[in-house]
């Protein structure tokens, strides 16, 4: 109607606030692999997140976050060949639950083999909440050889809003 708004919050889950705030992931923070350039984020919402299943229930609980808690929601990871994954942000809302919410980057051969390149679990932070997981190692993208997916799984009462990818062009 006219003149009237829509909120998304309602009191099991309150406005949402801005989360994409400094952290260990800033360009200041965080030393550049050598030989590498400028620094890059790609956030990608809950919402956008599909189910690995088509058996498995996806809640949309506003603000661009989801839960499903039956398998892994999913979606691909397309970035310049070359560019180098330093890390994964997580963001969640946890409304007190002792669970975590799982999250992964991973790359697929096309011939049945996978690599968790990274994966991560929350800590237990309550409301909304972000967490900021390093990988091992720089994870170079390979466009030709391997295709890549960010993934997360939620248990019940716990909301999975996304996932910011932090890396460096080539």
């Keep these: 109607m006219e003149g009237q708004g829509v909120s998304e919050?309602?009191?099991?889950?309150?406005?949402?606030i801005p989360m994409h705030v400094p952290g260990a992931d800033n360009p200041g923070t965080v030393e550049a692999p050598s030989g590498v350039g400028t620094n890059g984020y790609l956030f990608v919402a809950g919402s956008a997140f599909t189910p690995r299943s088509s058996s498995t229930p996806v809640v949309y609980t506003g603000a661009g976050c989801i839960n499903a808690t039956s398998d892994y929601v999913v979606t691909d990871l397309q970035l310049p060949a070359g560019a180098s994954v330093l890390g994964i942000r997580s963001y969640y809302y946890n409304s007190g639950q002792a669970a975590s919410v799982l999250t992964a980057l991973s790359s697929y051969d096309g011939a049945g083999g996978h690599t968790d390149q990274i994966?991560?679990?929350?800590?237990?932070?309550?409301?909304?909440?972000?967490?900021?997981?390093?990988?091992?190692?720089?994870?170079?993208?390979?466009n030709t050889n391997l295709s890549y997916l960010l993934l997360a799984l939620t248990p019940a009462n716990l909301q999975f809003c996304g996932i910011r990818v932090f890396y460096q062009y080539p």
Excluded: K
């Design 9 to 16: 919050a309602s009191p099991a889950n309150p406005a949402a």
């Design 119 to 142: 994966i991560a679990a929350s800590t237990l932070n309550t409301g909304y909440a972000n967490e900021y997981t390093g990988a091992v190692a720089p994870v170079v993208i390979d």
